[in-house]
């Protein structure tokens, strides 16, 4: 590898988007106008071009390859002969993280160059929303390039800060500004314990860079040469998996995500595809010396995934909003990827990250044009038959659903099948509810397309129905080949594994207790396709399912929703989970507030009010004597004298 090259594209990758940001941001509103849309298309068109120069470069020397660490300057000299830098580290999984990100923020901004304009005219913040867009691509690019955990940080901490301005873009809609608020707190709680993380990562190794405390782990040393205790590197691997958990969206921090549907279109698809909710995989899997030197962090890792797994797909079942329908799946797919990492199959993760920014931006998008079409209304219950109103927009939702639901030879079918063969080698229970929840998968997201796209033709009073133009379409297709064709790099010689595996042959591949988990494919056709098999009929019975119950013999579904009323709401209500931190957590904390303003109000202000009573009445007596009165100023020094002389005949009688 060309480190020179390497360094230019890193450079030209966070510098490209973060100028159209600016661009867009100030000449925008005075100049550009409606051509806002052009400089973040631009800027992020050249940061696709560096990563694909990067990604060529690692893997044309993939085989042989070591992480290069790039310095480009120290930012702060701390003494001690260290510094804080900014500095690349550049390796397959960084390769593998930008082409996939950069290359789904360009679809999405070109797709909504036409979403974001009413009547042809462009949409009010239109030129903002473009400028948040590309800043956003450049805080999540400098949270992969970084070469340290404190551009990790910094990069976190900006895609945070772009997730609240895109998810409150309508900030005079309430429902939109609560929905920013939410998903900023919810991140604040699991921020807080990655920050906690860096901070003993630094105490204990008195370091931050990668490479200096993944080579102490491995080591089993702290920073003063002594034995790293386990419950240390434990402490630090729970404390980093509260950061993933918050922005990947895990139980118990899901919160945020269904309720950032409020975000246009577009924003769902940027946010819940390859960019912010991933960050907490890359994490994971970038600190992997870390999290596999404690098999309890791992345990724990698989555990949380596959609850978020089966509680995001038995919540999709109910909804009827397309957005919320697919937030729910992206949780749940977020949490077969965390079940993925906890069973060591870190690549299998990772393949599942990249194969499911493709459907999952693709059925986002498709959304939209639903959405975009039927004038803002995307409840699936308003509206029905849409296949022949919108042809395009049909067969590439199609192709997408066709990939999330796992059917087979689609993107999703390979890579959450080897996530499944993983668990259950590992963990055999996880690996059970991993088979369970890919049939509900399938279910719910036929479900979703049989009420939309099926039966009798019907669209909301007063809509007038159409296709979306090509700034729209041309983004869906190239996502919908994406999603048929993405998962044929996990088949045969398994390229895409065989790239990664410099990243983790040394964390989990080594640390794997069931050994590789692609060993399986030497014990016969049933070892090797076995479960290849029973996953496609799960979700081909999921499919069949849904046909039957919504289109076939819809009766049995509403005879079901009667039969279990209790069963149906509690899903409905999302197992009350927003209920039950309303009342445990916000409820309290809103009383612990009024408590403090009481306080503050009557005890902290009484204690004042009672410290300053004494000079406040001496200065009102003292007020009266300076009435503004000559004579009473000459009757003053009169009395004055006099006790003046009486003193002085007293004391000498």
């Known amino acids: 590898m060309n480190v020179e090259t390497l360094k230019i594209c890193g450079i030209v990758i966070l510098l490209a988007p973060l100028a159209g940001a600016i661009l867009a941001g100030a000449l925008g509103p005075k100049l550009l106008r409606g051509k806002t849309h052009w400089v973040s298309i631009l800027g992020v068109a050249g940061a696709v071009v560096a990563s694909f120069v990067l990604f060529g470069q690692v893997w044309s020397a993939h085989e042989h390859v070591e992480p290069v660490l790039i310095r480009v300057y120290d930012w702060l000299d701390i003494g001690v002969g260290q510094a804080l830098r900014v500095e690349f580290l550049i390796d397959p999984l960084t390769a593998v993280m930008l082409v996939t990100v950069t290359f789904i923020s360009l679809l999405v901004i070109i797709y909504s160059r036409d979403y974001m304009r009413e009547h042809g005219k462009p949409e009010r913040g239109y030129e903002r929303f473009f400028a948040y867009?590309?800043?956003?691509?450049?805080?999540?690019?400098?949270?992969?390039?970084?070469?340290?955990?404190?551009?990790?940080?910094?990069?976190?901490?900006?895609?945070?800060?772009?997730?609240?301005?895109?998810?409150?873009?309508?900030y005079s809609k309430p429902s939109a500004a609560a929905a920013a608020k939410k998903a900023f707190l919810v991140n604040r709680v699991g921020d807080f314990g990655f920050g906690l993380a860096i901070f003993l990562i630094y105490v204990t190794f008195g370091s931050?860079?990668?490479?200096?405390?993944?080579?102490?782990?491995?080591?089993?040393?702290?920073?003063?040469?002594a034995a790293l205790s386990d419950g240390r590197i434990t402490t630090i691997a729970l404390l980093l998996l509260c950061g993933a958990c918050?922005?990947?969206?895990?139980?118990?921090?899901?919160?945020?995500?269904?309720?950032?549907?409020?975000?246009?279109?577009?924003v769902s698809a940027l946010i819940h595809a390859a960019t912010m909710v991933t960050a907490g995989i890359y994490m994971i899997a970038r600190c992997g010396a870390i999290f596999t030197a404690s098999p309890t962090a791992m345990t724990v890792v698989a555990i949380i995934g596959t609850a978020t797994a089966l509680f995001g797909a038995t919540v999709a079942?109910?909804?009827?909003?397309?957005?919320?329908?697919?937030?729910?799946?992206?949780?749940?797919?977020?949490?077969?990827?965390?079940?993925?990492?906890?069973?060591?199959?870190?690549?299998a993760a990772v393949f599942h990250l990249f194969t499911h920014a493709f459907f999952k931006a693709l059925l986002f998008l498709g959304a939209g044009s639903v959405m975009h079409a039927m004038g803002g209304i995307i409840d699936v219950r308003q509206f029905s038959g849409l296949r022949r109103i919108l042809p395009y927009t049909f067969v590439t939702f199609l192709a997408?659903?066709?990939?999330?639901?796992?059917?087979?030879?689609?993107?999703?079918?390979?890579?959450?099948?080897?996530i499944i063969h993983a668990a259950l080698m590992v963990h055999p229970v996880c690996g059970i509810i991993g088979l369970v929840t890919a049939a509900l998968t399938a279910f719910y997201t036929f479900r979703m397309v049989f009420l939309a796209f099926f039966g009798e033709e019907k669209v909301p009073e007063g809509v007038h129905a159409h296709e979306s133009g090509v700034w729209m379409l041309v983004p869906l297709v190239v996502l919908a080949i994406g999603a048929v064709g993405a998962g044929f790099?996990?088949?045969?010689?398994?390229?895409?594994?065989?790239?990664?595996?410099?990243?983790?042959?040394?964390?989990?591949?080594?640390?794997n207790p069931a050994g590789a988990h692609h060993a399986a494919a030497e014990a016969g056709f049933f070892g090797a396709y076995g479960l290849m098999i029973l996953s496609g009929a799960l979700s081909?019975?999921?499919?069949?399912?849904?046909?039957?119950?919504?289109?076939?013999?819809?009766?049995?579904?509403?005879?079901a929703r009667s039969s279990w009323p209790q069963a149906y709401k509690a899903i409905w209500n999302k197992w009350y989970v927003d209920e039950a931190y309303q009342a445990g957590i916000v409820e309290p904390a809103k009383q612990g507030g009024r408590v403090c303003v009481g306080l503050d109000d009557y005890l902290i202000d009484g204690v004042l009010w009672l410290v300053t009573a004494v000079p406040r009445g001496l200065a009102y007596v003292l007020r009266l004597l300076q009435g503004g009165l000559v004579q009473g100023y000459a009757l003053t020094m009169v009395v004055g004298?006099?006790?003046?002389?009486?003193?002085?005949?007293?004391?000498?009688a």
Not at 320 to 343: E, H, W
Not at 491 to 497: D, E, I, L, Q
Not at 540 to 559: D, E, K, R, S, T
């Open 133 to 170: 867009l590309a800043l956003f691509v450049f805080a999540m690019c400098a949270l992969v390039l970084g070469g340290n955990f404190l551009l990790l940080y910094l990069g976190w901490e900006a895609v945070g800060l772009c997730s609240y301005l895109l998810i409150g873009f309508y």
């Open 208 to 225: 931050i860079d990668y490479h200096t405390v993944f080579d102490m782990v491995r080591q089993g040393l702290d920073c003063h040469g």
């Open 246 to 266: 918050g922005k990947s969206a895990q139980l118990p921090l899901h919160v945020w995500l269904p309720d950032a549907m409020e975000g246009p279109s577009p």
């Open 317 to 347: 079942l109910a909804q009827t909003d397309m957005k919320r329908i697919l937030a729910y799946s992206t949780i749940s797919q977020l949490g077969y990827m965390f079940m993925g990492i906890g069973v060591y199959a870190a690549d």
């Open 400 to 418: 997408g659903s066709l990939a999330l639901a796992g059917f087979p030879l689609f993107s999703g079918f390979f890579s959450k099948d080897e």
């Open 489 to 511: 790099l996990g088949t045969g010689g398994k390229p895409f594994h065989h790239f990664l595996e410099p990243v983790f042959e040394h964390t989990f591949i080594a640390a």
């Open 540 to 559: 081909v019975l999921g499919i069949l399912a849904a046909y039957l119950l919504y289109v076939a013999q819809p009766w049995i579904a509403g005879l």
């Open 641 to 652: 004298a006099a006790a003046i002389v009486l003193f002085v005949l007293w004391n000498s």
